[in-house]
């Protein structure tokens, strides 16, 4: 009935937006900054999707991109919010991990060490740690979401899609700007940002800028007496922009951010069976189940530090040839305690994880650009060395066998290299038609060495803590091409089609004996068109695809360890629908809707928390994270008050259907459909150098699920898991200058 209604409204908001354009006169009035082109009407948006500039309804591919006017209006915090700007996108997260798909795909995973499936890049600079890419958001100039596989130009674990931010850029003449905000849960948020010339020409530019987040915890741990699920971080960016002669550009970025709180709490959702007993509960501990609350006798512990360093040199060889060097090196730093039984009976110590990387990237790109061909080569170089551990013990078991500390330890060293060749080029054959090929070699190499310490579970005297050695080698290559085609039969109107091939990178896990997991291939076929009508003042674009998977990597709890393995095979077909309209001055309207069809077409494994049964088979059962329906919609008009500046009301609405967090597509592992409603009142005075706002996030307080997972079997299938954040609501002001 609810998903009725949602469809029926994004109908009636389709023809809203068409009756009120086709009513709008073409007026030559100047219209709001926020969406206003050249001559009223919707902005062109420039991308940089294809390694190159390009205005975003010329690129033929599925993309959406968003500016940072819009970013702040929609009230975009975070990665997090990716949901409610582009479809087919959904995020979730794990202990801090940035878990994001794109069209049922993204990073299934848990464990240390694994890769995202969708890529995460800053001004350029692959992002490789999923949790080091929720630092990176904020001073965003633009945004952009490539959905779709993206193995000709982005290479490895793009399988799900891309995700590029372009950061903000110093400017010539001296400005800036700081915003501060204040909510609930005693929330602040301070960020800003100045930026100038170095020198008299402005040949020699700088910027400065951060953010700073704290607020209260969402929950308690009511057996500790201490707040949970709160935030205190803290980020800075500076950049250096040089033009050392008219065809000579530098750029240089250095950044660091780190966290100090009590983050990423493990919730209680009880027992996955009720025929086996959880240790805490059969010995007089309590749970809170489905609760922002918790009782554990553990304390819930967040620790974080990234920092990096990148540099672009871009050279005007000729009028229609460029070459490009992006280098960047990152290093990110994690560490994280929670109770893996989420009861207030110490039958467990602290789960521990942690996560060291050091990486370093080197992209040189060769651009051509002229009227009939466009097109790009490039080099890449990947080297990550990672350190992970993951750590537990058992004192309740080690007090039942009379042994102290029986123990579980992953410790392991991974080496990752990456090496790649690529080119793709794109020939306008006639007028209005165009023809691209692009193709991609890539070679991974991976190398694991440490060890798995685990308790055998035998009475004295033969009890004791085995060290098991775990080292292996693999070598992955892959050729990723990409075909496509494009045409204009007016100057408002494209169509196009492709045919492309997705690559990720194959896996070995830190400390842990799972064998090397498969790299995982996609094949997607694409067909899709974009408009921009009644006198750009309507944008409607729409995609349709199928992908063909083999060895999509899942994972799952085997034991006490995190594996992951390869499904033999997989399928998604899905359509998207995606509009901007300004049917009349000071109407700004947006609205999408996504399709997805996604099922396993081979896959035969073992439930780990239902041994007795089996090998199950799961064909047709849905992928992870991937609604059959998803819609975001949004409004922003602007009041008629007869007072200086500008005042606009705005609300934004996310529907998602039904998600299943596992493979195996239980209810109980599952968050169901649901709706969340944003909104705010906007002030900006008339010279535009001041900004207020009154916001409020999860205006229903709808307590959502992030994520669940079924706990080792020690705990006795306990299922843990996290959710997205209540209701929110606060004072926004700003000043720029």
Known sequence: MRLGLLLSSACMMAVSFSTAALAAEAADQDVSAQADGANGGLADIVVTAQKREGKLQDVPMAVSAIGAQELERRQVSSVADLAKLSPGVSVAQHAGYNRLFIRGI?????????????AFQVDGVVIGRPSAQLASF???????VLRGPQGTLYGRNATGGSVNLITRKPTRDFSGYLNLSYGNYDALTVDGAISGPLDKGGNVRARLAF??????????????GEQIDNQNSTAVRGTIEADLSDSVHVTLSGDYARERDHNYAFH????????????????GGTILINSRDITSEVPTRNRREFWGFSGKIAIDLTDHLTIQSITGYRHSDRWSSNDPETTSFDAFSPVVTIERAKQFSQ???????????KGVFGLFYYDEPLHAELDLTWPYIGRLLGFANPAYHENGDIGIKSYAAFSEWTYEVLDGLRLTAGLRYSEDKRDSNGSLTVFNFMPPPNG??????????KKWDALTPKFGIDYRPSEDVMLYASVTRGFKSGVLLAGNPNPPVNPEYVWSYEAGFKTTLLDRRLQFNGSAFYYDYTDLQVNKIVGNSIITQNAAAARVKGLELETRAQPVPGVNLNAALTFLDTKF??????????????NVDLKGNRLVNAPKVAINAGAEVDLPLNVPGRFSLRGDLTYSGRIYFTEFNEKALSQGAVALIDASLQYESADQHWSASLFVKNLTNKKVISNKFVAAALTGYAINGSFKPPRLYGVRVGYKF
């Open 106 to 118: 993204g990073l299934t995973s848990i464990s240390n060490g694994q890769d995202p499936s969708v």
């Open 138 to 144: 904020f001073d965003i100039e633009r945004m952009e």
């Open 211 to 224: 953010q700073h987040i704290e607020h209260d915890g969402y929950g308690r741990n009511v057996t500790l």
């Open 268 to 283: 209680a959702f009880g027992p996955y069976r009720s025929d086996v007993t959880m240790p805490g509960l059969a010995n």
């Open 363 to 373: 992209e040189l790109q060769l651009n051509y650009s002229s009227d009939r061909l």
């Open 464 to 473: 004791a803590n085995l060290v098991i050695p775990v080292n292996a080698k």
């Open 601 to 614: 077409v081979s896959f035969i494994t073992q439930n780990p928390a239902r041994p007795e049964n089996g």
